[in-house]
């Protein structure tokens, strides 16, 4: 996989509202064909599970910046101010979204998140299982991709 499909991977994840993508990878355009791209965001998020929180790092740990509507951290009832304390066990007080990252990838064999956030100053429990993409969420990744990092090409008519 190449640099550039590494960093639609980061895009797409800030899309589907897993992390934040940083200012100057925002601001970078993307070198592959539309249509490569367009393939590779579909091969990698089919069957893929998500969580569906925008995280902001703090110094130190992690914050949800917001959280996508319709998703499984809105039905386990994540809210935006949330900060993650622990997941699955593992303290989150001083993580990075990249040791967040790992911890997801942890749980993949049961796709399950047990998460203790702190809210208003009180902990709360939540138990949140990661869900598979729809094809309406990938069609719509796939669409703000086009139209962010290929302009010519979704404004352009054959």
Partial sequence: MNFRIAKLVSLSLLIAGTVIVAADEKDRKC????RVCEQEIRRMLTGRRYLGVQLMELNPGLLVKGVVADSPAERADFRAGDRL???NGHSTTEATIKDFKQLLSL???TGTLFVIVQRR????????????YTES??????SQHLIQNH???ATTTP
């Fill in 107 to 109: 749980s993949r064999v």
């Fill in 85 to 87: 304390m622990a997941v």
């Fill in 31 to 34: 070198s592959t064909s539309a």
């Fill in 151 to 153: 302009a010519q090409t």
């Fill in 137 to 142: 969420q990938i069609e719509k990744i796939i």
């Fill in 121 to 132: 100053g009180a902990l709360k429990q939540i138990t949140v299982r990661l869900e598979p």
